[in-house]
């Protein structure tokens, strides 16, 4: 399996334009989350779906950021309009639900760089 | 809510030898899982190990072993022979098994400095 994919790996703009981030989810995972990470805050988790659904979006900082997941193979997070405290390393990480032995790890993508100037 | 410290913030150990790294976490949950994830200066998030709650044998894989110590809240990892290549950012994170929260509780992390 690639594991997790997301794309760009790296993105530089300028303040006021949107942002849009890329995930694939491992196949046949049914949980995916978005992570922001910064030095100040460290690891954050912004929201996170299942079955294409979102469950909790509590740590989305505010509207200017939404996230999609149009079917079980693709998620997008958008920042629009984006600001320079936007900057961080966003993480897709998927992970699925078995019925032996509960709720499984969580798999990471390897991060979109993101600097707002 | 669930909480993850990590009391040192940085580490250095010679090629070869072993090091410790703390966790202490406090929760009121029974059953949990609990993780050490490593993240080189790639930025990738790396699964290291995992352990859950409800099994007394600590978890080990390779070079890589846990201390879990359900009754002090405790979950220490444990590298033997340091490689350069274990260099990196390593944070133990928290999840639990009930109630429907899928959230990953994260450590501050610890940064793991191997010196050739």
């Known amino acids: 399996d690639a594991g997790v994919i997301q794309s760009p790996r790296h993105e530089v703009t300028e303040m006021g334009q949107e942002v849009t981030l890329r995930c694939k989810p491992i196949s046949g995972h049914d949980y995916l989350f978005w992570y922001r990470q910064t030095m100040m805050r460290g690891l954050e988790l912004l929201i996170y779906f299942n079955n294409n659904v979102p469950i909790d979006d509590s740590g989305m900082p505010e509207d200017r950021f939404s996230a999609k997941m149009p079917n079980a193979s693709f998620s997008t997070l958008k920042i629009q309009p984006s600001e320079p405290r936007d900057s961080a390393v966003y993480f897709c990480?998927?992970?699925?639900?078995?019925?032996?032995?509960?709720?499984?790890?969580?798999?990471f993508g390897p991060g979109t760089r993101l600097l707002v100037l | 809510a669930q909480t993850v410290t990590q009391s040192q913030p940085e580490m250095s150990v010679q090629e070869a030898e072993t090091v410790t790294l703390s966790c202490t976490y406090d929760t009121s949950e029974s059953n949990y899982y609990l993780f050490w994830y490593k993240q080189p200066p790639s930025r990738q998030m790396i699964l290291v190990i995992r352990q859950e709650a409800y099994k007394q044998q600590n978890a080990t894989e390779n070079r890589f072993s846990v201390n879990f110590q359900k009754a002090a809240k405790s979950f220490s990892l444990k590298i033997s022979d340091s490689q350069l290549g274990d260099t990196a950012m390593y944070f133990c994170?928290?999840?639990?098994?009930?109630?429907?929260?899928?959230?990953?509780?994260f450590g501050k992390g610890t940064k793991l400095t191997v010196n050739p």
């Open positions: 990480a998927s992970s699925t639900l078995t019925t032996t032995s509960g709720k499984e790890t969580q798999y």
């Open positions: 994170a928290f999840l639990k098994t009930q109630g429907g929260s899928e959230k990953l509780v």
